[in-house]
């Protein structure tokens, strides 16, 4: 079992940057493929980037092709997302997520983190 813990959140203006992290613990996070989702207020879950074991497949959203990145550091059991050039529509609650392989159906994730919000002012 996986317990997923995110972080970075907050509140940043129109064009700034964050880096979200996600903690896992237990022994085989490096087995799992890690996805992150976001939900703004009214709407659907909806996939935003997700990367495989080892870093080496990465899918992304169009809507942030060319603004954020997912990464892994295997030894840190973390996985990261960095956001840059954001806009006030990536206003969202931020998940991670774990998974046998790199999806982006939220319904074949496992195992999900609480959730950081990120609210981008105009």
């Known amino acids: 079992q996986v317990q997923l813990v995110e972080s970075g959140g907050g509140l940043v203006q129109a064009g700034g940057s964050l880096r979200l992290s996600c903690a896992a613990s237990?022994?085989?996070?490096?087995?799992?493929?890690m996805g992150w989702f976001r939900q703004a207020p009214g709407k659907e879950r909806e996939f935003v980037l997700a990367i495989n074991w080892n870093g080496g497949i990465r899918y992304y959203a169009d809507s942030v092709k060319g603004r954020f990145t997912i990464s892994r550091d295997n030894a840190k059991n973390t996985v990261y997302l960095k956001m840059n050039s954001l806009k006030p529509e990536d206003t969202a609650v931020y998940y991670c997520?774990?998974?046998?392989?790199?999806?982006?159906?939220?319904?074949?994730?496992?195992?999900w983190g609480q959730g950081t919000q990120v609210t981008v002012s105009s």
């Open positions: 237990g022994r085989t996070f490096s087995s799992y493929a």
């Open positions: 997520a774990a998974a046998e392989r790199p999806y982006t159906q939220s319904s074949e994730y496992d195992y």
